[in-house]
């Protein structure tokens, strides 16, 4: 698991210039670039769902500070000749503490989803995810179709415009709630069709951007 993190951390994308050069909507905020050198943790306070059951997620910083990412192991939704409706649809909702230096703040401003998916011509299957902090609205979901025929690793990504990021409120220690979903359904498929946040090599980094600001 050690390794794992570390090739994650070290595959981890910085936030492009287009995002931190663009002006915020939230007044009393300024963008800054890079992110913060203090140091930056992350810990995963509470999970709860079907797809990841305790011992199943964790969460890891990225070296930069950029970005973190979340590890799953056992997530995974299926259809088909005798497999239970209840193992179409699974979920996961991650309750996250970012311990951030003083002074400054941050959205997500990306994420990329990666996972595997085995689905026979005529299923369907979609990935979807919000994300909000304590105490905040939810949002809405953004939806992923994944087409099928595939045997194959699969990837979604979510951009979120800087206009539209939603940042923590400067002084205020709010976790941040981060919910995904996979789907399966069988349609006119004859076999089993699954998807996981899985991939080839026994586990999936799905990467959360960030998009850091200075308080004032």
């Known amino acids: ?13 910085v936030l492009t ?41 964790d969460v890891a910083i990225s070296p930069d500070h950029s970005a973190f990412t979340a590890i799953y192991s056992a997530y995974l939704a299926q259809a088909g000749p005798s497999v239970p409706v209840t193992e179409n649809r699974k979920n996961c909702q991650l309750n996250v503490l970012v311990n951030a ?34 105490g905040m609205s939810m949002g809405s979901y953004a939806n992923h179709p994944i087409a099928a025929p595939l045997d194959d690793n699969w990837i979604a990504t979510d951009e979120i415009p800087i206009a539209s990021q939603v940042f923590r409120p400067c002084g205020e220690q709010r976790n941040l709630n981060i919910n995904t979903e996979l789907r399966v359904t069988k349609g006119t498929s004859t076999d089993v069709s699954y998807l996981t946040m899985d991939s080839t090599d026994g586990s999936i980094e799905t990467i959360y951007h960030f998009s850091w600001m200075r308080c004032h």
Request: charged content about 10%; hydrophobic content about 40%.
């Open 101 to 134: 230096p003083s002074g400054y703040t941050f959205a997500i401003a990306k994420v990329d989803y990666r996972g595997y998916g085995f689905l026979q011509r005529g299923a369907t299957a979609q990935q979807r995810a919000n994300y909000y902090f304590q």
């Open 1 to 13: 698991m050690k390794d794992l993190l570390t090739r994650a951390g070290l595959a981890l994308a």
């Open 17 to 57: 210039s287009s995002l931190l050069m663009a002006s915020p909507a939230s007044a009393g905020l300024i963008l800054t670039d890079p992110p913060p050198t203090d140091e930056i943790s992350i810990q995963l306070v509470a999970m709860a769902g079907s797809g990841c059951a305790p011992g199943t997620a």
